[in-house]
């Protein structure tokens, strides 16, 4: 990875860092093609304990659903990489960790993996958010998609910025 990625991912944890401590609240990650590089970006910072929660590393799809609760009909039914499977790990994050906020990621690195619906590159995001008001108690979930292109590296690089 290059410097300028480096510093980007930095620049960004030290933001998520300073908004986090200031609204004191925490946040978890669930992450399967990063293999825990989110949250090992966040945990370079110091003072990362008082707002980072839990590191979920779901890579494959038995971890998904024994660690972050993934319902296995989810994941035959539209594949570990989409957008279903994207917003259960994160409120699968959110629910196992007591956080407040819940950062997924799965995709497709490459160099293989790919198929025609889905190429290389194909990463699904999602935030889960605590909502105290929410009856069913799951919170808000946002989620994205995202086509990056390149070579595993590259990709995996491109996630984090």
Same mark, same amino acid.
């Given at each position: 990875m290059n410097n300028s990625v480096e510093q980007r991912i930095a620049g960004l944890a030290r933001e998520?860092?300073? *908004?986090? $401590?200031?609204?004191?609240?925490?946040?978890?990650?669930?992450?399967?093609?990063? @293999?825990?590089?989110? *949250?090992? $970006?966040m945990t370079d910072l110091p003072g990362s304990s008082a707002?980072?929660?839990? @590191?979920?590393t779901a890579y494959g799809n038995n971890a998904k659903t024994d660690l972050l609760g993934v319902p296995v009909g989810q994941v035959e039914a539209f594949g570990a990489v989409s957008k279903e499977v994207a917003e259960a790990m994160a409120l699968g994050a959110l629910r196992r960790s007591g956080a407040d906020i819940a950062v997924a990621v799965t995709g497709i690195a490459g160099p293989d993996g790919g198929t025609a619906e889905k190429p290389v590159g194909t990463v699904w995001f999602a935030w889960a958010l605590k909502e105290s008001t929410n009856a069913t108690r799951d919170g808000?979930?946002?989620s994205q998609r995202d086509l990056f292109s390149g070579d595993r590296n590259e990709v995996l690089s491109l996630i984090h910025i």
């Open positions: 998520l860092a300073a *908004a986090l $401590s200031a609204a004191g609240k925490k946040v978890s990650v669930a992450e399967s093609c990063t @293999g825990g590089w989110i *949250a090992k $970006s707002w980072l929660e839990y @590191g979920f808000a979930v946002l």
